[in-house]
């Protein structure tokens, strides 16, 4: 994921504001993360600089 998406980004829920987790990073791209809810308290992940922003109900 491009960290310049977070302008764009919002909670899925609530569309509030994510705070981004960085675990793994390569030059420009987040491999390895997640994004944060503050309002919602619920973290999305960042795998394989893919984020999955499916509300919690809907993951598996």
Same mark, same amino acid.
């Given at each position: 994921m491009?960290? !310049?998406?977070?302008?764009?980004?919002?909670? @899925? *829920?609530?569309? %509030?504001?994510?705070e981004?987790k *960085?675990?793994?990073?390569? %030059?420009? !791209? *987040?491999?390895?993360g +997640?994004? =944060?809810? +503050? $309002?919602c308290? =619920? +973290?999305? @992940?960042i *795998?394989?600089?893919?984020? $999955?922003?499916? @509300?919690?109900? /809907? /993951?598996?």
């Amino acid at each position: 994921m491009k960290k !310049e998406l977070m302008k764009i980004l919002a909670c @899925p *829920v609530c569309k %509030g504001d994510l705070e981004l987790k *960085v675990d793994e990073e390569k %030059g420009e !791209e *987040v491999v390895t993360g +997640s994004l =944060y809810c +503050s $309002n919602c308290h =619920y +973290s999305y @992940p960042i *795998v394989d600089t893919i984020p $999955n922003l499916l @509300p919690p109900e /809907q /993951q598996t």
